[in-house]
Structure formats: structure tokens, C-alpha cells
């Protein structure tokens, strides 16, 4: 599957640190599994929570910021993975496939409330019971009372 983090080859860090306007070569990459251990290596690769980096990001030393190194790097490339696998998952899904949830409540409520407005956008709530009440009122209106209401109500 493709990254849900990145749609150029190119290292991803590199990008951030340098900015769209930069060139950037898509040569020499490494992939990296966002999320890792033990099974979380394949279904991050099937849900595409990877990215490409360069060698001096990806497992250089601790003094280049690799992501090998610095936990603060891999964190925060977590909570991206996350982000990005929220905009078409549920936080359930997420929890069951990986079982560790990486950003706080603030963000996770941010991040529900947009689904939840997204969703209402695109299917608008039907209110049934008042459609349904809306037939039974004109029926009673018409004086027919043994008028059935029109189907789908």
C-alpha cells in the first residue's frame, strides 16, 4: 500500500526540515515503519503508516536526529501516523490493530468532532419519526383515516 503520510518519493523529515520549495533526491531511501514491534511491522506497511527517509534521518547515529535514536522523532512521527489513519478510521480500529493511542484528549476530540461534522455532510440525518408523523398528519387532514401513509413510511 502507499504511505498516507507522503505522496512523493522523498525523504519525509528532509521535506519538513527544509521546507516544499527544496529538491530534494528520491534516490538512496530507506523505508521506515512508523509503527513497529512485534506484528505492527506488517499491518503498518498494509495500512500504509510508513515514509521514506534518507539514511542520515532514518538510522544514521544519535547526534543526526535519526529516528532510530530519538524518541522524541519517533513519537512524533506516531502521532502523524495516527492522525493520518483517523481521517478514514475509527480510534477503535486503530486501538485494536495497535493498541496504543498517541495523542491526548484534546486532539482525539478535535479529531471526532471533524469526523462527526464530515459525516453530516455528507449523509444528512433523516428523521423518520417526524417524516413518519408528517404522513399520519396529512392523512388525518384529508379525512381518510383508513389511507395507508405513502411507502417508505
Known amino acids: 500500500m502507499k504511505s498516507l503520510l507522503q505522496r512523493q518519493k522523498e525523504c519525509y523529515l528532509c521535506r519538513k526540515e527544509l521546507g516544499p520549495a527544496a529538491d530534494l533526491p528520491s534516490e538512496g531511501l530507506e523505508k521506515h515503519h512508523i509503527i513497529y514491534g512485534t506484528g505492527n511491522r506488517k499491518i503498518a506497511d498494509r495500512e500504509g503508516l510508513w515514509i521514506h527517509l534518507c539514511h542520515y534521518h532514518h538510522n544514521q547515529d544519535e547526534k543526526s536526529g535519526s529516528v532510530h535514536f530519538k524518541r522524541q522523532v519517533?513519537?512524533?512521527?506516531?502521532?502523524?501516523?495516527?492522525?493520518?489513519?483517523l481521517q478514514?478510521?475509527?480510534?477503535?480500529?486503530?486501538?485494536?490493530?495497535f493498541t496504543k493511542n498517541w495523542l491526548d484528549e484534546n486532539e482525539l476530540?478535535?479529531?471526532s468532532t471533524?469526523?462527526?461534522?464530515?459525516?453530516?455532510?455528507?449523509f444528512p440525518l433523516i428523521e423518520p419519526k417526524s417524516q413518519h408523523q408528517n404522513a399520519r398528519n396529512a392523512i388525518k387532514?384529508?379525512?381518510n383515516a383508513n389511507q395507508q401513509p405513502p411507502e417508505g413510511f
Do not use: P, T
Open 114 to 122: 471533524k469526523q462527526s461534522e464530515d459525516l453530516k455532510k455528507e
Open 109 to 111: 476530540k478535535r479529531i
Open 74 to 85: 519517533r513519537e512524533e512521527l506516531s502521532k502523524e501516523a495516527e492522525r493520518a489513519f
Open 88 to 97: 478514514n478510521h475509527s480510534l477503535d480500529e486503530w486501538m485494536r490493530l
Open 141 to 143: 387532514q384529508s379525512g
